[in-house]
């Protein structure tokens, strides 16, 4: 384990924090019949969100009281050491190699029941690895480990690494940004995870335009009001 306990900001504007409580919601209402236990979060392209958007839900998870690890299992362009500020630049790739331990490669914070695991150094050979049965056993041996294990994977439209992680996974999310992703795109990233016999979850549309959120907000806000009204005449 790395030294000392990482100390992590994870204050959130009101509305954010709602909408990532929702989701928290949302991916335990998918677990009904089979509990989500192991969980991966990928995008079209890059910089749509996703790692905010695993590093955010895991954190809310974590403070609904469920033991909580966040892998960085994007080998290629890693994000969440640089997100959270830790130190310890050993990671998956490490302990995937043989070079590290899962005690040298596990990550405390501030926040009671959140772990984290960095990339580590970026592999020559990223697919190889995430391909590899040391990767599968160490998911399996987490899954049993923790109440949830968020994997950030590369964007699926880039390469084909996130298909592999999802297909062990218990399920799928995709990150997507409002007003920026082709249709046709996206529909072929959905096929590919479905080749890879991954289960879909839902799609998070991220970066949306505050004024289009507050509108949406307002208008859900009035139509629940509207309903109470003529439930009372």
Request: glycine share 6%; hydrophobic share 35%.
């Amino acid at each position: 384990m790395a030294e000392g306990v990482y100390e992590i900001n994870d204050k959130l504007s009101i509305p954010v924090e709602e909408a990532y409580k929702v989701l928290r919601a949302n991916v335990q209402f998918c677990g009904f019949d089979h509990p989500i236990k192991t969980l991966s979060i990928t995008s079209c392209n890059p910089s749509e969100g996703k790692t905010t958007t695993s590093i955010n839900l895991a954190i809310s998870m974590a403070k609904a009281g469920k033991k909580v690890l966040l892998i960085d299992g994007d080998l290629r362009k890693p994000m969440v050491l640089k997100r959270l500020g830790g130190k310890n630049t050993k990671g998956l790739s490490n302990l995937i190699s043989g070079t590290a331990s899962f005690e040298e490669v596990l990550n405390h914070t501030s926040i009671p029941n959140f772990d984290y695991i960095a990339c580590g150094p970026k592999p020559p050979n990223p697919s190889e690895l995430i391909s590899s049965a040391r990767f599968s056993e160490f998911l399996k041996t987490v899954r049993e480990a923790y109440d949830m294990v968020i994997v950030d994977t590369p964007p699926l439209g880039s390469v084909i690494d996130c298909a592999v992680i999802s297909s062990q996974t218990d399920g799928t999310l995709m990150v997507i940004k409002a007003n920026s992703v082709d249709y046709r795109q996206a529909q072929r990233v959905k096929q590919q995870l479905e080749k890879a016999n991954a289960k879909i979850l839902g799609v998070v549309l991220n970066k949306v335009d505050k004024k289009d959120y507050k509108t949406y907000y307002r208008y859900n806000y009035h139509y629940g009001s509207d309903d109470k009204k003529k439930k009372r005449t």
